[in-house]
């Protein structure tokens, strides 16, 4: 190795120095020089390794940041559809009429009001619903003469101002329901009762049940 090369430009060109003398010097300049060197260096060297790990930290931080998916939003529930109100129902025009009476518990309800050639034919049921079973007696006669029978219903002709009893045979007996047995509790006893028919024009007609209310403008089918 040429030791030379690394003699200080002083030393080189100084005359007095010996060439030991140079190399001493030219030695001792050297490793001030590396040291210097060295000094400078290893903070340049470690200023450039924060540099490197700092960019690579931004680095990572941003890939994480774009590995996160963003938010997803969430479907907005929607309300639940509530339904329309129904409108309240109406009686249908062929709904039998129904009432109660004097008895507690115990209904008559008009089941048809037929008219054949010369006759109309009442059909209706008394139910029970009260606490006792229900014996008919002279409830339902026509006065105190017809035991367990239902001679005792009327119809009314409003328009026609005329009153139809119940048809009677050869006897004087009631064409109609007799001989009833008591109605129980919570059941019924559905009855008839003949009448004659009135003029082909009236279409209504109003049934009068001993101890009920009156029936008004029942229909008459055919």
């Not at 007095?16 to 140079?22: D, E, I, K, N």
């Not at 009153?163 to 109605?183: E, T």
């Not at 006893?189 to 403008?217: G, N, R």
Request: charge should be neutral; charged fraction near 15%; aromatic fraction near 6%.
């Amino acid at each position: 190795m040429n030791t030379q090369a690394h003699i200080p430009s002083s030393a080189a060109v100084s005359p007095s120095l010996t060439p030991s003398v140079a190399r001493r010097i030219g030695r001792a300049e050297g490793r001030n020089v590396v040291e210097a060197l060295s000094g400078t260096g290893m903070v340049r060297v470690f200023t450039a390794l924060l540099l490197l790990a700092s960019i690579a930290l931004g680095g990572c931080s941003k890939k994480e940041e774009a590995a996160v998916p963003p938010p997803q939003s969430q479907p907005v529930a929607q309300p639940t559809p509530q339904p329309a109100p129904q409108p309240a129902s109406t009686p249908s025009a062929n709904a039998m009429p129904s009432t109660q009476g004097e008895f507690p518990g115990l209904t008559a309800t008009i089941q048809e009001l037929k008219r054949s050639s010369n006759a109309l034919t009442l059909k209706f049921a008394l139910i029970n619903q009260s606490k006792n079973n229900f014996g008919f007696g002279y409830t339902f006669g026509e006065g105190d003469k017809e035991f367990g029978s239902v001679g005792g219903i009327h119809l009314i002709d409003a328009a026609n101002k005329k009153k139809y009893f119940v048809v009677r045979d050869a006897d004087g007996s009631c064409v109609c329901s007799r001989n009833i047995a008591n109605v129980n509790i919570d059941s019924q006893s559905v009855l008839w009762a003949k009448f004659p028919a009135p003029p082909d024009d009236v279409q209504k007609i109003t049934v009068e049940i001993p101890h009920f209310p009156p029936f008004e403008d029942v229909a008459i089918t055919h």
